[in-house]
């Protein structure tokens, strides 16, 4: 198959959405009813999102259960489990805002769960003081990739989902475009668009266990962004979800809900211990998200894990007709991938990467980058999650700023008088493409790519330490050498050979950008465990940002307004009884 034959083809439009998830699709919507000709791009099948995985639950103090909920509490709760490292403007604009968005998906018939009399049901996660969390059994995050389809779908949004951007094209600091190529065909592709809102996720997928699939969130959002001229924010802060499976091999990290502990699951090592008594004697299996999985890795790490590097969840003590009502997608996944039937036998878990906390910089009124046109919303932004993620803030984030960034585009392509675009830059992405596929060298990417994934699993995993890290990155200078000499095959199946190639160049740049933050924060903050430097750092109550090149600065935060900040210094509630800790 020759690449070098295939026409380029020529495509024009208002505004590009890379990524057709749920920040993607709500940006396209907003665009669309505003009037603003829009393509929304992706790399996958618009239906299986990573969007569409999400099982918990969306947040907004709607109080239809508690009246006493406020957005201002939702904010505090927020600002609290990011350690303080959120910016607290956007956690005021996604806390106010929230209700505007559960409103718009039940104008476009999202199913949610409710109550007898018609209100939306809401439930407890950890760490909310109040039930707040609206969804739609265990598959809410599905529902939502559905209705926003739907919308998309009613309002003519055209939708590529084969087209695999491989850069965006800046000239004078301005964007104009993006460049990427057909995966099934291979057809190179040049986009002229007036701005361009990444939503194409986070970079999850650099660890060996995690809850991504293949060839999703390998931090092509990271990449595209800094080679752009933005930054990159909180790198190092990626939140560990305390259960994933371990096998098979293709599938490891799948996520087992939270809620088979909020439902009474128990936690126990290789001598049969239930050792979250060592670790959180108060709430035990239903402590917080980091606190379980630096319990689990500590279990291992000491000699008292499983064979295969695990810890034990047992759900087999609970009467069968409770795990089936609670549990059924947990039952199903584990009867699909291990032939296991979680009612008699325990699963193996161990924790695993599960969301980017970090992303590209924004600014928090219009999430710009700093790059003129170009946004970034979604789990490839930053600024809303800190240090530790608040369960059912992903979900109600991309409605928040999919809306409020749309609005905000719409309004700058509309003032545009001229746009410059320079040939030089759309031949520098031609190239890159056209070395991959033409190069001589012997290096498969998708080798590299099982190799930094061992990297970060052993020197950035769940606990760190300086001599880890600066291990990580001597590792990772080599293994930055060898991706020079990667060649990608395209075969009759299609051009999935070069998408693996540049899933690893921005693997590789996200783990760079990752390590290198992680060794500035000589801190234990939320997800970010240093064994180094157990404690707490005042000093460091702000935000690393990283640059190629330029590597890592350190910006302060502002303060957050009264009318939040009083309730989230306000000592934690830490019972646990009544919620899950999705």
């Known amino acids: ?132 969390t609206a969804y739609a059994g265990d598959y809410t995050g599905l529902e939502i990739q559905r209705t926003l389809m739907r919308r998309a779908a009613e309002l003519n949004v055209p939708i590529i989902d084969t087209v695999y951007i491989t850069r965006l094209l800046v000239a004078d600091g301005t964007i104009f475009g993006a460049y990427g190529f057909d995966i099934v065909d291979g057809t190179p592709v040049q986009i002229h668009a007036d701005a361009v809102i990444l939503a194409a996720g986070g970079h999850t997928r650099i660890w060996r266990h995690t809850s991504s699939r293949r060839d999703e969130n390998t931090g092509d959002s990271f990449r595209l962004a800094a080679l752009a001229g933005a930054r990159i924010r909180d790198a190092e802060l990626v939140q560990f979800h305390p259960s994933g499976l371990l096998e098979p091999d293709d599938a490891a990290g799948t996520l087992v809900s939270e809620a088979a502990r909020g439902e009474g699951g128990i936690l126990t090592n290789a ?18 998200r980091d606190r379980v999985a630096l319990a689990g890795f500590t279990e291992v790490a000491e000699g008292r894990g499983t064979e295969k590097g695990g810890v034990y969840l047992d759900v087999s003590h609970l009467p069968r007709e409770t795990i089936m009502e609670k549990l059924p997608r947990v039952y199903r996944t584990l009867i699909d991938l291990q032939m296991l039937d979680i009612t008699t036998t325990k699963m193996e878990i161990a924790p695993t990467a599960h969301y980017s906390m970090g992303g590209v910089w924004v600014a928090p009124e219009d999430h710009g980058t700093g790059v003129n046109g170009l946004y970034a919303i979604g789990e490839a932004s930053s600024g809303l999650h800190g240090a530790n993620r608040l369960g059912g803030n992903s979900l109600i984030e991309l409605l928040v700023y999919g809306r409020i960034t749309g609005e905000h585009v719409a309004e700058y392509v509309r003032s545009l008088t001229d746009v410059h675009r320079d040939p030089a830059v759309v031949g520098l992405a031609r190239n890159e493409m056209q070395s ?8 498969s990417a998708r080798r590299l790519q099982r190799e930094l994934r061992n990297l970060m699993t052993e020197h ?102 009264e009318s939040f900040r009083a309730l989230a210094e306000a000592q934690a509630e830490d019972s646990v009884a009544g919620k899950l800790v999705e």
Request: aromatic share 6%.
């Open 1 to 132: 198959m020759n690449f070098s034959s295939a026409p380029e083809r020529l495509l024009s439009t208002s505004v590009l959405v890379i990524g057709t998830g749920g920040a993607g699709l709500r940006a396209s919507i907003e665009l669309a009813q505003r009037g603003v000709q829009v393509l929304a791009v992706g790399k996958r099948r618009k239906h299986d999102a990573h969007t569409s995985l999400a099982a918990g639950g969306i947040n907004a103090a709607l109080g239809t259960m508690d009246p006493e909920d406020s957005w201002e509490q939702h904010a505090a709760d927020t600002l609290r489990e990011s350690y303080f490292l959120a910016d607290p403007t956007i956690v005021e604009t996604v806390a106010r805002n929230a209700a505007r968005g559960i409103e718009d998906l039940e104008q476009w018939g999202m199913p949610f769960a409710r109550e007898e009399d018609g209100r939306i049901s809401q439930r407890f996660f950890g760490a909310h003081k109040y039930r707040r």
């Open 460 to 561: 950035a995993g769940v606990v760190r330490t300086e001599q880890g890290l600066q291990a990580g990155l001597a590792k990772l200078d080599h293994l930055e050498e060898r991706a020079r000499f990667v060649t990608a095959h395209p075969d009759i199946a299609g051009f999935d050979d070069l998408a693996h190639a540049y899933d690893l160049l921005g693997s590789l740049l996200a783990a760079r950008a990752t390590l290198e933050c992680a060794l500035e924060r000589r801190e234990t903050r939320g997800a970010h465990n240093r064994a180094d430097f157990p404690t707490l750092d005042p000093s460091l109550q702000g935000n690393f940002v990283w640059s190629p090149g330029k590597g890592v600065s350190f910006e302060t935060l502002a303060q957050a307004p």
């Open 436 to 443: 991959l596929l033409n190069g001589q060298g012997t290096e």
């Open 271 to 288: 001598l049969g211990e239930r050792f979250m008594e060592r670790y959180d004697p108060e709430r035990m299996e239903l402590s917080t």
